[in-house]
T-cell receptor, first 113, second 113 residues
Framework: DQQVKQNSPSLSVQEGRISILNCDYT??????FLWYKKYPAEGPTFLIS?????DKNEDGRFTVFLNKSAKHLSLHIVPSQPGDSAVYFC????????????FGQGTRLTINP | DAGITQSPRHKVTETGTPVTLRCHQT?????MYWYRQDPGHGLRLIHY???????DKGEVSDGYSVSRSKTEDFLLTLESATSSQTSVYFC????????????FGQGTRLTVV
């Protein structure tokens, strides 16, 4: 039973536009959420996180939004750049930290010039 | 970059043979994890450790064992490899406070033939 779901396997966006990646979860005990970016043949690298006590966290071009009532989070990238092309994973933890992460299936983002 | 080294990076083994993957960290982080990545599943937790000699099962632990005799090393053993264990394996480390992310190694691609 998938507790964290990314329902879009792929997303294609034009360079300079906004990329929006979505993630849904079912476990109400999740307390901390993260987004990771992964290039081929490399390990996932951390992008941004958000605690359940917040509804928004921003870091440069990346913003994560959390809607607890809907059990939904999203990652906004603006403006999108070619180097953003990668697989993006959302992850969740029942702890106030990155412990025992539960991952979604991933969304492959392609930024077109 | 966090100091995490996985070895080997690639391995091909035969069904029924034992295999051990090694994760070495230089960050002195308390928590260490083994995940596997498969298409359509994202990353799934196999086993984790919360201290020397303290380990516990994750979501997909059947067929795997782990050991942590030193803070810096976390070993994953496939007692008798099966084709279903063909996957990319990632080690990760995290702390309980102060650090908002888990750091991942570069992965080990294991093929069981």
């Amino acid at each position: 039973d998938q507790q964290v779901k990314q329902n879009s396997p792929s997303l294609s966006v034009q360079e300079g536009r906004i990329s929006i990646l979505n993630c849904d979860y079912t476990n109400s005990m999740f307390d901390y959420f993260l987004w990771y970016k992964k290039y081929p043949a490399e390990g996932p690298t951390f992008l941004i996180s958000i605690s359940s006590i917040k509804d928004k966290n921003e870091d440069g071009r990346f913003t994560v939004f959390l809607n607890k009532s809907a059990k939904h989070l999203s990652l906004h990238i603006v403006p999108s750049q070619p180097g953003d092309s990668a697989v993006y994973f959302c992850a969740a933890s029942e702890y106030q930290g990155a412990q025992k992460l539960v991952f979604g299936q991933g969304t492959r983002l392609t930024i077109n010039p | 970059d966090a100091g995490i080294t996985q070895s080997p990076r690639h391995k091909v083994t035969e069904t029924g043979t034992p295999v051990t993957l090694r994760c070495h960290q230089t960050e002195n982080h308390r928590y260490m994890y083994w995940y596997r990545q498969d298409p359509g599943h994202g990353l799934r937790l196999i086993h984790y450790s919360y201290g020397v000699k303290d380990t516990d099962k994750g979501e997909v632990s059947d067929g795997y064992s782990v050991s942590r005799s030193k803070t810096e090393d976390f070993l994953l053993t496939l007692e008798s490899a099966t084709s279903s264990q063909t996957s990319v394996y990632f080690c990760a480390i995290s702390e309980s406070t102060g650090v908002p992310e888990a750091f991942f190694g570069q992965g080990t691609r294991l093929t069981v033939v």
